[in-house]
């Protein structure tokens, strides 16, 4: 079945350390995003990459950071200078070659620093 | 930049209509969805609009006037499992898709 797959679902971390959440998908799409969630919020946009090799900020992209080495990967990291990383992280793709920009998202990461 | 506003709470009754809104601003623009997402888990598309007009899917129809920079979702005869939010997300240029903080939909019997 293609989709996309986030893991690990809970992860809990100590305040300092970086943790990196990892995201693939299978669905051949090339744009894939990262999402923040706070409790009661909309998704604010991290980072987003159209190709492999690119990536771009999104709105709140201080103390995170991307890469897209694979089409099919799009891993973030949390480094220890993000203030409030507590939240749950959405990953989602893009369809390529349409005019469609619908997201299929990930079943998102809930991330807990102590 | 983008701007987009929706209420934040709203509650229906178990078999009614209710209309959720939606007002954007945008640099640019490609592009309406709706989402539904309920707690804990990740929004599931409901619907994309990129011309003026109503579009109906079943129970859910969602309306766009880009003159306006106004949209709404539509929800005929309310269901229990309906209560989730409702998520508003215009996309922009370079693939770029803002989503609005979201609707609280509580339906009640």
């Known amino acids: 079945d293609g989709g996309i797959t986030q893991s690990p679902k809970y992860l809990f971390r100590k305040e300092g350390q970086n943790v990196t959440l990892s995201c693939e998908q299978n669905l051949n799409h090339d744009a894939m995003y990262w999402y923040r969630q706070d409790p009661g919020q909309g998704l604010r946009l991290i980072y987003y990459?159209?190709?492999?090799?690119?990536?771009q900020k999104g709105d709140i992209a201080e103390g995170y950071s991307v890469s897209r080495e694979k089409k099919e990967s799009f891993p973030l990291t949390v480094t220890s200078a993000q203030k409030n990383p507590t939240a749950f992280y959405l990953c989602?793709?893009?369809?390529?070659?349409?005019?469609?920009?619908?997201?299929?998202f990930g079943p998102g990461t809930r991330l807990t620093v102590t | 930049g983008q701007n987009i506003d929706q209420p934040t709470e709203m509650t229906a009754t178990e078999g009614a209509i209710v209309q959720i809104n939606c007002t954007y601003q945008?640099?640019?623009?490609?592009?309406l969805f709706w989402y539904q997402q309920h707690a804990g888990e990740a929004p599931t598309f409901l619907s994309y609009n990129v011309l003026d007009g109503l579009e109906e899917k079943g129970r859910f129809s969602s309306f766009l006037s880009r003159s306006k920079g106004y949209s709404y979702l539509l929800l005929k005869e309310l269901q229990m499992k309906d209560s989730a939010s409702y998520l508003c997300?215009?996309?922009?240029?370079?693939?770029?898709?803002?989503f609005g903080t979201g609707t609280k939909l509580q339906v009640i019997p």
């Open positions: 989602a793709s893009t369809p390529t070659g349409t005019s469609s920009y619908e997201q299929y």
């Open positions: 997300a215009v996309a922009g240029g370079y693939q770029k898709v803002t």
């Open positions: 990459s159209q190709i492999v090799n690119d990536f």
């Open positions: 945008t640099s640019g623009f490609n592009g």
